[in-house]
């Protein structure tokens, strides 16, 4: 409650004392001052109970179309928040407009007020004089209210209250495309993170912010980093929006590429405790499915393209896991075979080609492959099948990038 009353506070000072409504009121006053000395005005009483009359009613009708102008503003932004702008950004221009809704009504209710006091103790034009300065200033409020709510440098000024960041003259320079490739490559990698023990699609549509904020209860590692996180994604979301002009603070991208480095290390522990622990892990598994292959198969009887197709097919049976799926052949997209992990990424864990040829030592063969596919994929297998001697031969690379042999006779 005390935080509520806070903030309606700062708001109704932030709203009283803008630069639009410091200017009207000055005029108003000025003009309203020129007016009382310098023409005379009937003292009818029919004029005072006119005055006192309307004054109410346009201040009634104004409390009446308040909620409407706020409820209209609340659809729109309910409907475009996804698209354009992190949830605190649309919190925050909730509480701003609703603060200013009720500082306006509270303002029309007081006037309203003082028009019955007036009315019935002490009957003047001066009052009501007096009355009509203050309503004709209400509807002014009215206007720089709904002026506000459709203020297009408003949301770049919430999001610069957010971003606190002080710049370092003799920093290093980061331009805008290196931060926000970073900071994007970031959030992938958190999203894989929270999606690897249990892929979800609840996940993949929330920006950096709603993750951070609504998954940092459940991994503990977020909530180490909360404060990191929620420094970078304000200072990111202040600099595409306030472009022109801005700095990139480089102590906020180093904390990217820091966070980047961590999660990194974090989906490679997943991978190596609950999916593939080393290499040779891959290599066994691909070795076994060959040698109960060589068993059944007649290779005398058999072609090349058969020869490929059943054993790419047999790996399927062997390769199977809750953390990742498999797709062979014509469903592969860069390999015979591709492992893919179930995580927001969809990452290529394994790739596996079969390569059919007369020659006895496939390394180049290999080596070109692997160079080409490592970036695709963590893992890249190549099963060279000797036609002459019907003899397979695994080259594979290990993390340190060496490609290795094994010759299954």
Known sequence: MKNKANGFIKQAVTFVFSMYNMIFFTILLATF??????????????????????????????????????????NNVEEEKSDEYDSYVIEQLKKEVYYEMIFVIVFCLIIIIFNLIFFFIEYSLLNAYIVSFF?????????????????????????????TTIIDPNQKQVTLDEFITDYLALEKLVKDYISNEHDSELGDRLPLYDIVDNYSKDFEVIEEDYEDFKEII???????????????????????????????????????????????????????????????????????????????????THFVSKYYATQILEDAKESDFEVIQNNYS????VGIEFKASTVKNAISTAEALIDRLKTTYLYVVMIHFNIKTNEFTIYYNTLDNQIKNRKII
């Open 33 to 74: 001052i020129l007016v009382y000395f310098f023409i005379d005005f009937n003292e009818h009483p029919q004029n005072v109970t006119w005055i006192y009359s309307s004054s109410m009613q346009t201040l009634a009708a104004l409390i009446a179309l308040l909620p409407v102008s706020y409820a209209y503003f609340i």
């Open 135 to 163: 309503t004709i200033h209400a509807i002014a409020l009215l206007a720089l209210y709904v002026y506000r709510l459709f203020d297009p440098l408003r949301v770049k000024d919430i999001l610069q209250s957010f971003d």
């Open 234 to 316: 304000f200072h990111r979301n202040n600099v595409i929006h306030n472009y022109t002009g801005a700095v990139i603070d480089f102590t906020k991208y180093q904390k990217i590429l820091d966070l980047q480095t961590k999660y990194q290390r974090l989906n490679m522990a997943f991978i190596s405790k609950n999916i593939f622990s080393s290499v040779a892990v891959i290599r066994n598994t691909v070795e076994l499915t060959i040698n109960e292959f060589v068993e059944e198969m007649d290779f005398s009887s058999t072609n090349v393209t058969t020869v490929k197709e059943q054993l790419i097919t047999s790996l399927q």
């Open 346 to 349: 969809n990452r290529k864990l």
